[in-house]
């Protein structure tokens, strides 16, 4: 089944979503069940996923650095531009399906409407650095900000040290976003990882059932993200790459 527009095979999945909506389980989950299946795929984070990204991660996300909206905006395309590169176009171009924990729309909320950045420039030098490349699909998990702030443990990066109301800015944003784009699916994310994780699985499976198929025997056997570390595909000897940290 050819699930790009282009013609190719391959296909391109981003999670999306406020601080501590739980973006990074749930992608790991989908991922694991993915193993599960025998389903070969990239797992993939932005920004990061390169040598360049993770240093252009480092310094954006540093507590301790004050910089402006647009060095802000342009570390995160700096990423992106090696992201799309060097992971995304190449693994799509061998049929693959790519799971990626953030994409455009993340700059977007944060830089274009939560910074203030004025959207078109913002959407111009994004296109720059993608070259044009969108998702297929993009799985929005949708959390009040407050209640996902709250579930972030360890000590705030410089984006999570933001006020509230620029987080609320964030989720309105892509609020926005998901109203008018029909390749944005919002999935209430405020529940129990593993009903939250069946809902995800549901749209993709609707979409792709090749490559997602309903088992209806599933047991919800769901590992957390810490679990998932410990069993990542290093380890494991599997195919996908794993390069995103943080449990959500
Ligand atoms: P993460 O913690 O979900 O990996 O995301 C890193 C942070 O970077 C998060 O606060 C969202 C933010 N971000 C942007 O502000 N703009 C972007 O383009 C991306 C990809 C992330």
């Known amino acids: 089944m050819s699930g790009r527009s282009d013609g190719r095979d391959g296909l391109f999945i981003v999670f999306e979503g406020v601080e501590g909506a739980g973006k990074s389980t749930q992608i790991r989950n989908v991922s694991r069940r993915l193993h599960e299946n025998g389903v070969d795929h990239l797992l993939v ?29 342009f570390l995160y395309l700096t990423s992106r531009a090696e992201f799309v590169r060097r992971l995304v176009i190449p693994a ?25 950045l004025d959207l078109e420039p913002v959407r111009a030098a994004n296109r720059l650095a993608t070259g044009g490349l969108t998702a297929d699909l993009t799985i929005l998990l949708r959390i009040d900000p407050e209640r996902g702030l709250g579930r972030q443990s360890g000590e705030a990066d410089r984006l999570e040290s933001e006020r509230a109301e620029f987080h609320q800015a964030v989720a309105r944003a892509y609020d926005s976003m998901a109203e008018s784009d029909p390749t944005i699916v919002s999935v209430v994310s405020d529940a129990a990882r593993e009903d939250v994780h069946e809902l995800i699985w549901r749209e993709l499976s ?7 198929p309903r088992d209806e025997a599933h047991t919800g056997n769901i590992w957390s993200a810490d679990e998932f570390q410990d069993r990542s595909p290093a380890s494991s000897g599997e195919a996908t790459e794993a390069t995103g940290q943080e449990a959500e």
């Open 206 to 212: 609707v979409r792709w059932p090749d490559r997602f």
């Open 92 to 116: 799509l171009e061998h049929d693959r399906l790519v799971l990626a924990d953030r994409y455009e729309l993340s700059t977007f909320a944060y830089q274009g409407a939560a910074r203030g």
């Open 45 to 73: 984070r932005e920004p990061g996923g390169t040598a360049v990204g993770e240093q252009a991660r480092a310094l954006v996300l540093d507590p301790r650095l004050e910089m402006c909206p647009e060095s802000e905006l």
